[in-house]
């Protein structure tokens, strides 16, 4: 009884120490399957969406993402020229729809079409970061899918460059007041930017 003990208790010690090793092995595995995970999580579905995505589209499921109905999201990794659901901060967006079914699984939500923010393009807002822009305009049913809304024309701030804010980091030189520029109904101040 006694050599049936000793042998079954240095088995169990083998075992641990075997699956002790696996474990923290695995561990590793598993943290780098995680990043290789988080990077290859574009165009899939998940129950959450995790930190650096959007998603473009949200279903509702029975019984996958917990017991009942839950949202059942589409992933995106933040490009230019998508169509998503909320634009993650850093980015833009140029235009805005009212769809049905598909930012919302039972009813009307609003996609946006996301925008690295770059010089020279139009833009619902100026984006976290070095730009600025130079023009604005009021149009329908752009950046607002049921009404007017403000576009901006960004730019990368440069010396001279006539902008109607001044960003983080730079001075101006000049300033102006022009008519429908700045202001798409009335005037507003342009500064002649130094940097």
């Known amino acids: 009884m006694r050599m049936a003990f000793r042998s079954l208790a240095r088995a169990g010690a083998c075992t641990f120490a075997s699956l002790a090793l ?24 998940a129950c959450s969406v995790p930190s650096g995505y959007t998603y473009d589209r949200v279903a509702s499921q029975l019984n996958v993402c917990g017991s009942g109905f839950h949202a059942y999201y589409h992933l995106r990794a933040p490009q230019d020229n998508i169509w998503v659901c909320y634009v993650p901060s850093g980015y833009t967006y140029d235009q805005a729809s009212n769809q049905l079914n598909v930012c919302n699984s039972s009813g009307f939500a609003t996609s946006y079409r996301m925008r690295v923010g770059q010089d020279n393009i139009w833009a619902c807002y100026v984006p976290n970061g070095n ?65």
């Open 22 to 45: 696996v474990l923290g092995l695995s561990g590793g595995f598993t943290a780098a399957a995680s990043e290789a995970g988080q990077a290859g999580l574009d165009n899939t579905w």
């Open 131 to 195: 730009l600025t822009y130079d023009r604005v305009t009021s149009q329908l049913n752009v950046c607002n899918p049921s009404g007017f809304s403000y576009s901006y024309h960004l730019r990368t701030p440069v010396n001279g460059l006539w902008a109607c804010n001044v960003p983080v980091g730079w001075t101006y030189d000049q300033v102006t007041n022009q008519l429908n520029v700045c202001n798409p109904s009335g005037f507003a101040s342009s500064y002649r930017l130094r940097g």
